[in-house]
């Protein structure tokens, strides 16, 4: 994961970046203050220094009353804008905690840019309007361009390994994918991760997508800032479907979105 400059960034990238995987929420667990005190709290300056490192898969959101948080409580919470965060990193100068705090006036106002602009780039505003023309070459070399797919329904999935939603939704992606083998649908994984990356990942994981590499410059023109994207284009070569996050039911309107266009 890439490194951050300031603490209000881990705050972002949670609301923009992708629904994060946190604690389920069953058990109230606690940090105390001795394992609160065997850590260093980061102040902007070190966290600019470019020397500590943060993967979001290992940290832990904890409230104010120092209990973990489920990921709806931490994304209710980050919504109201009225909390910012300070990080917490281990011996090896990796963030692994991070605590919420009152946000001060210089981060609710970049919260409010940020909800602003995720407003604005809402992939969903898409729909009905013509699919963006493309040409993208899949890890097994095979070829794709919007003006080739009319007449068919193109289904696209917008993802990234480290994205812990996205990796869970796989197994429900692949039933779609069996669902529709016999019938004119193609389904695409555009991911952001390099080539060599994603042959690693899929090379332990079954993802029976046709799978892109390098896919942010093509999610950008889809207004993807959140992770996972399903984006569902018709036969006509409109958008007829999008949608952002992975939860329950989320795989079965994407399935109904499809169907809806197959019989079109």
């Not at 939704?169 to 019938?183: G, K, M, S, Y």
Request: aromatic share 8%.
């Amino acid at each position: 994961m890439k490194i951050f400059k300031n603490t209000i960034a881990i705050l972002l990238l949670v609301l923009g970046s992708f629904a994060f995987a946190q604690n389920d929420g069953e058990t109230a667990q606690k940090i105390t203050d001795a394992e609160l005190n065997k850590l260093t709290k980061l102040s902007e300056e070190q966290m600019s220094t470019g020397k500590y490192k943060m993967d979001m898969r290992n940290v832990k959101f904890y409230g104010m009353d120092k209990k973990l948080l489920s990921q709806n409580e931490l994304v209710s919470k980050l919504n109201t804008g009225d909390y910012g965060a300070d990080a917490y990193a281990n011996s090896d100068k990796v963030v692994v905690v991070a605590m919420l705090r009152e946000s001060t006036p210089q981060e609710r106002a970049m919260m409010k840019r940020q909800k602003e602009k995720a407003k604005r780039q809402d992939p969903t505003n898409l729909v009905g309007t013509d699919a963006k023309p493309f040409d993208l070459e899949d890890l097994d070399g095979n070829k794709y361009s919007m003006e080739e797919l009319k007449g068919k329904v193109v289904v696209i999935n917008f993802w990234f390994i480290g994205c812990p939603p996205c990796r869970k939704e796989i197994p429900e992606l692949n039933e779609l994918v069996e669902d529709h083998e016999e019938e004119n649908v193609v389904f695409l994984g555009v991911a952001t991760d390099r080539h060599k990356q994603l042959t690693s990942f899929l090379s332990k994981t079954e993802f029976n997508y046709n799978i892109v590499a390098n896919g942010r410059a093509f999610a950008a023109a889809y207004n993807v800032s959140a992770y996972p994207t399903h984006i569902v284009i018709g036969k006509d070569a409109k958008v007829s479907y999008a949608a952002a996050g992975f939860g329950p039911g989320s795989i079965d309107v994407l399935k109904s979105a499809i169907e809806e266009e197959l019989e079109k």
